[in-house]
């Protein structure tokens, strides 16, 4: 991302958010979001308009079922902690240690990246300050280690981050969701994985193959993600439909109601992506470029 790019979010669309107000004279500048990205190098394979679930089946880009609630994903690349203070100073205590005990420079840069990320979406939709933002992470075991909600915020919308090799996503909807992306890498035992994540009658349709199981391992994830359970639930419990078909709950019997699941366009194809949500059919899936707004904070953000 460009110096100039970075101070001049209005001139390049709003990444974050339509019609609202984040430059630094608090301009309202209305949002060509999707043109913005149709048009970026870095998505290469959108086409312009707003949704950009991929279809498998037709090897396409193709418009999702629209229930009137649109649900957006924001991806961006790991960013290093040493090089963004202005990020760092966006998280609370608990994330900050989070981040330290993490041994790994990678893992340091992808958590710093997911948590600014969807402090920063967060505040853009509710307004106010990204680090003043509440976050409740209590388990059902009462640890600090579930499912993130903003505390005090009675209408805070649905959000879900994820990291994974070079991307960290952020989803953000009306209701409840959950997204994910998984680097695509060798899996040394497919079969003791297969057996506890596909169901009797995923593993009666015939090997997935290691591209298909990921896919099929995403799609779960955003799910279970989406419940807020995460892997305490068992993900052979699920039946979807064949990866390489339209994403399709076919079969969850504790599901506790109708949850919809699409895959999702990353800016890495060896990243397959997956984001999920209460309700019968997916509402439009928007992707935007979560290093756009990663980069205004140092340059334009008033804080
Ligand atoms: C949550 C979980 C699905 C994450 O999967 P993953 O692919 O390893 O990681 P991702 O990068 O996609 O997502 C991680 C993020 O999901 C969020 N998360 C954690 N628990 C979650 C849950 N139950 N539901 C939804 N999101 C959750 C967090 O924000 C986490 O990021 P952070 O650790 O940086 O704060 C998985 O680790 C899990 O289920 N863990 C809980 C296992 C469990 O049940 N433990 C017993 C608790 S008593
Ligand atoms: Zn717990």
Redesign the pocket.
Known sequence: MSDERARSPAAMGCPIEERTSHTAGGSRTGCSRCAVLCRGARFPGLRAGRDHTRDRSRAGWARATLDGVTVTVWWAAPTDPVSRPDLVALLDEHERQ?MAALRRDDDRAR?LA??ALTRLVLASRLGGDPAALDMD?T???G?P????RLAGHRDAPGF?????GALVGVALGAGPV?V???RHRPLSDLDGLARHTLSPAERRSGDLGADGFLVTWTRK?AL??A??????SPMDAITLSDPGAPARVLDWPDAGGPWWVADVVTPHDDHPGAVAGAGHSAPAITVADGDAVLSVVRGTMSR
């Open positions: 989070r958590y997911a948590h992470r388990c059902g075991c640890k280690h579930g499912k993130p879900s981050l994820t990291h994974s959950g994910d992306v998984e994830e279970l993600k419940t807020g359970t995460g892997l305490a």
